[in-house]
């Protein structure tokens, strides 16, 4: 048995260094590059020059950088809670109904496979001057909207396509988290004679933070790496107020050929994104038991 | 509820029957008064002669994305493997590794991800696009967790009758652990298809592009061909709503799982 045993870690062996070797080039290079990068200035071409935290000090003097840093503020308090509140409001209608749940819960999902690209040029034609959506305004109100034309109203338009594709899934998260409380909790309440608000708050809310957490942190998460939207439908505009930390790290490395400050910028980017949301874990987060 | 599932895929069935609608009724009727394939004729044939080749186009992005899958598949398997059902130090060390691997988000290293596959001369490649993507911590991690749920019985029977150990990842394990194969090929592919950021990086070759980058270069140069840019949307779309219907009830169980 011995030899056995011995035979299958060579075995293991071999397969673990076919992934480290693998790893070693395409993680672990590209990372040691990324720290350097962070630390120096270079075109490309240049010879690479060591200028220490000059990338960091000049990150927080650059007028476009605060600028991108506001527009993802502005992003998050329009995407968090929409989605937030959309797809809770989804899991719970879904939690209550009887027929159909299947075919509502497929075409919520289907638009969540949709690509980025088409799903961009799909809504940047219907929400068009003349588009379909607009023209329906008009015949009902007598007015149209600029969607993507006026500064805020831009990023609230992306942020609703956003939540047109996500809300399926982040529904899903939360109905699952509904399924998961114990039904005994609830005939208990009303034995106690709670109504159904103070159920909804005392109980479903609070049970149900766990998921309410993982669907705030993973919106977050994908509000730093918004890029294709704004890319295909306002390019960064208006007055570059949809430009976001990977649309300015996309022209920086290719449009103004700095390939180190682009990774700087990348660099700090992860680092605020990680960090808010350790803040929304700590201040939001708590143990749940159904005991 | 059911009209709001509608609504919600109504964006959908705008831009299929748009799509087919002729160029002069695409914002003005809901309904076409009639329909037309000019559109898709534009892709399929007028675009090669604009040097926008789409139909290579959709096949690059087959191609890609079939490789890049099967690939993901195969040594996520294997390593898993090797992590999961391997009795040694160096399985755990790597497991550990892996997931702290996935709390680095990904565009971190897209600029010196570049900058290694201009050093390998790979810009305008295939491989530009395929090489990074060939392995998964992800999928590497799933497969783990799956096989730790296999019983040692099956290893040991498949032993006894003699089968080695390449044979039994591919015969016992993999289809023992098929809803989570599905898992990991329906993400991967649906994420190689639509990746966008990283082939608009490194790919400038019309030929060699996969579709969505091209629909959106031909976008931006040809955004007044309101139909075939609709068209080649349609094009895009409809394999991934395809494989996410195929596979619809994978979809639901990986939600599920990667919630744990």
């Not at chain 2, 494989?243 to 994978?250: A, G």
Request: charged residues 10%.
């Amino acid at each position: 048995m011995a030899s056995l045993k011995s035979k299958d870690r060579k075995f293991g062996w071999g397969l673990i260094s076919i992934y480290l070797a693998y790893t070693a080039v395409f993680w672990g290079y590209p990372f040691v590059w990324m720290v350097v990068l962070a630390f120096s200035k270079w075109n490309y071409f240049s010879p690479l020059k060591f200028v220490g935290l000059a990338n960091f000090v000049r990150i927080f003097q650059d007028s476009t950088f605060i600028r991108v840093m506001l527009n993802t503020v502005n992003f998050l308090a329009y995407l968090v809670p929409m989605v937030l509140f959309a797809s809770l409001a989804f899991a719970i209608v879904l939690a209550k109904l009887r027929y159909f749940r299947t075919f509502i819960m497929l075409s919520f999902l289907v638009a969540n496979v949709s690509s980025g690209v088409a799903y961009s040029i799909m809504f940047s034609n219907i929400f068009a001057v003349n588009g379909p959506l607009n023209k329906l305004i008009y015949k009902l109100f007598g007015f149209t909207i600029p969607w993507f034309s006026d500064p805020q109203l831009a990023v609230f338009s992306i942020c609703l396509i956003v939540t047109w594709k996500f809300i399926g899934y982040y529904g899903l998260i939360l109905y699952a988290g509904l399924q998961a409380i114990p039904s005994n909790l609830y005939e208990a309440a009303r034995l106690d004679g709670a109504n159904r608000r103070t159920i909804f708050w005392k109980i479903t809310l609070p049970l149900l933070n766990p998921s309410l957490i993982t669907v705030v942190v993973l919106s977050t998460m994908l509000t730093f790496g918004i890029f294709t939207e704004p890319y295909m439908i306002t390019g960064g505009g208006p007055m570059q107020r949809t430009t976001t930390f990977l649309i300015y790290m996309y022209d920086t490395a290719f449009k103004r050929i700095n390939p180190s400050y682009a990774t700087t910028v990348a660099v700090v980017t992860a680092m605020m994104s990680y960090g808010l949301v350790m803040l929304i874990r700590r201040l939001f987060e708590k143990e749940v038991s159904f005991v | 509820m059911l009209v709001l599932g509608l609504i919600w895929i109504y964006p959908y069935i705008w831009l299929l029957v748009s799509s087919f609608k002729p160029a002069r009724e695409i914002f003005t009727t809901l309904w076409p008064s009639h329909f037309t394939v000019e559109h898709y004729q534009f892709i399929f044939v007028m675009s090669e002669k604009l040097e926008r080749p789409f139909v290579r186009a959709l096949m690059n992005s087959v191609f890609i994305s079939s490789v890049v899958t099967f690939s993901v598949i195969v040594t996520s398997a294997f390593i898993g493997y090797a992590i999961a059902r391997i009795d040694f130090k160096a399985g755990r060390y790597v497991f550990n590794f892996i997931i702290y691997q996935m709390l680095f988000p990904g565009f971190m290293f897209l600029i010196p991800l570049f900058i290694l596959v201009r050093t390998f001369g790979l810009l305008n490649t295939y491989g530009a696009i395929i090489f990074p993507s060939l392995m998964s911590s992800w999928g590497i991690f799933m497969f783990s967790q799956s096989f730790k749920t296999v019983p040692q019985a099956y290893i040991d029977a498949a032993k006894m009758d003699g089968a080695g150990r390449i044979w039994t990842v591919l015969r016992i394990m993999l289809p023992l652990s098929r809803s989570t194969a599905s898992i990991v090929g329906l993400f991967t592919f649906i994420g190689t298809w639509d990746n966008f950021l990283w082939p608009l990086m490194v790919m400038k070759d019309y030929y060699k592009m996969p579709l969505s980058v091209l629909l959106a270069s031909f976008n931006h140069e040809y955004a007044s061909y309101v139909g075939p840019v609709l068209a080649g949307s349609v094009l895009q779309t409809i394999p991934m709503v395809v494989i996410f219907l195929v596979l619809r009830k994978y979809f639901l169980q990986g939600i599920a799982m990667s919630l744990k």
